[in-house]
């Protein structure tokens, strides 16, 4: 029997010093009943929560465990690093490497900066598509997720419709209602964000159709705008390249995180020579923006994506589990969607408007040892084996046995009927 008596006792003490107890995307308040909050180890593929139960994780950190936790190569790069200097007055050299790494592989890209979240970077984005022409509307796709500052945040707590308001969203794959958005900003638009694959929560992922990708790029031409690709989740597990190199258009800025130090605190926005000037106009800063350990792991986990088959090991690993678990399902009398990049899949039950059933079916594979999301997409990592897989599986199965025997009695999460029941947070954008 698993325990969680330490977990409990954390979020005791939680709740008296931290507002909420816990605050962002690691908050499992959104998370079925018994998924643990807080967490010990990480190795591999795997985490172990406070009590000492260990998972198989296909959250990765919300992205950034690419390679494996505690990647031995990586680890020496920063133990390396950590003797020589890290925060400190100026930069290292690392900086300059890590840039050339970068715009090496990054066939859009001309320069690199560094950051610390994929918020700064995409912040950045905004700020210098505004400043390449001096002009303000920028358009979003609505429910695209590009950070949680004042502009971008999906909860309504703190922002106003200043913070916003020149700001136009229209419909992700829909080239007319890219058109028409463009035309709404007249002769002031600055720049458009795209995602690399529609990947909101709760919904369906899909891929980008290629004719609103060109579309993008024709449209931010037409108007001297610049296309900025948010790769801060996607980034490298859809290609060694901006993931829009696999639809063949290129933007003129791409916003990169998460992966980038296979964990360690660096993010990166990437331009080319359209953009630079414009760049180098900004005044963008941080205390620990210059750090060299985490460029050191960068540099690393950069090398690591060069040089290896970690692509193909992951898009394999992927395409195992999902062709498994879709299977697996059928066996037990679910349907199941498993959408968009194999690498980054979300998987929702047909017939579950409320998602009362996928929730039970995270619950019950919890309760065996896999980590899954019942909500958001998940991650493939390159440390995944076909026998982790197989591990994996064997415990889906015994969770879709449990849910098919509870069927009738399973309810919905009382936090999600009430959530429903609120306006959706898009309303309040301009
Ligand atoms: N853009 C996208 C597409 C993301 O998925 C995220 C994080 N989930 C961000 C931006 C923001 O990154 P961070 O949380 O590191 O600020």
């Not at 929560?49 to 990586?74: K, R, S, V, W």
């Not at 390249?241 to 980038?260: F, H, M, N, Q, Y």
């Not at 498993?338 to 409320?354: R, S």
Request: aromatic share 8%; proline share 5%.
């Amino acid at each position: 029997m698993r325990s969680n008596a330490k977990d409990r006792a954390l979020r005791e003490r939680a709740a008296q010093v931290i507002p909420g107890g816990m605050y962002g995307h690691q908050s499992t308040i959104l998370m079925p009943e018994g998924f643990p909050q807080f967490f010990t180890q990480a190795e591999g593929t795997r985490i172990s929560d406070a009590d000492g139960n260990t998972y198989i994780d296909f959250m990765c950190a919300f992205g950034p465990n690419l390679l494996g936790y505690q990647h031995p190569e990586i680890m020496t790069a920063i133990q390396r690093q950590q003797t020589q200097i890290d925060t400190s007055t100026g930069p290292s050299p690392l900086i300059v490497d890590l840039a050339e790494a970068m715009v090496d592989m990054i066939s859009h890209a001309d320069w690199a900066m560094f950051c610390k979240n994929g918020s700064d970077a995409t912040t950045m984005a905004l700020m210098i598509s505004r400043a390449h022409r001096d002009k303000r509307k920028v358009l979003v796709a609505t429910n695209a997720y590009h950070g949680s500052l004042p502009w971008s945040t999906p909860r309504p707590g703190g922002v106003l419709a200043e913070d916003r308001a020149h700001l136009i969203y229209f419909d992700y794959n829909d080239p007319q209602a890219l058109t028409d958005a463009v035309k709404q900003a007249g002769n002031d638009l600055a720049g458009i964000f795209a995602t690399p694959f529609r990947h909101d929560t709760f919904t369906d992922q899909t891929l980008p159709d290629a004719e609103y990708a060109h579309t993008a790029r024709r449209l931010a031409d037409e108007h001297d705008a610049l296309l900025v690709v948010d790769d801060v989740r996607a980034g490298f597990r859809m290609a060694r390249d901006c993931s829009w190199e696999t639809i063949g258009v290129r933007p003129d800025l791409s916003a990169w995180g998460k992966v980038l130090g296979n964990g360690q605190p660096i993010s990166a926005l990437l331009g080319n020579n359209r953009a630079r000037e414009a760049a180098s106009r900004i005044f963008v800063t941080g205390s620990y923006w210059f750090s060299a350990v985490p460029m050191a792991a960068a540099l690393e986990t950069v090398r690591i994506i060069r040089e290896t088959d970690y692509l193909d090991h992951i898009q394999k690993i992927g395409a195992l589990f999902r062709n498994g678990l879709v299977e697996q399902a059928k066996g037990f009398g679910f349907d199941l969607r498993h959408t968009g990049p194999e690498t980054l899949p979300m998987v929702l039950f047909d017939d579950d408007p409320d998602f009362r059933l996928g929730y039970a079916f995270c619950a019950a594979a919890l309760k065996r040892g896999v980590y899954l999301s019942p909500y958001h997409n998940m991650f493939i990592n390159a440390a995944m084996t076909e026998a982790d897989i197989a591990e994996t599986l064997e415990a889906t199965g015994a969770a879709f046995e449990e849910i098919k025997q509870n069927r009738d009695s399973i309810q919905p999460s009382q936090l999600l009927m009430a959530m429903a029941e609120q306006k959706r947070p898009t309303t309040m954008r301009q």
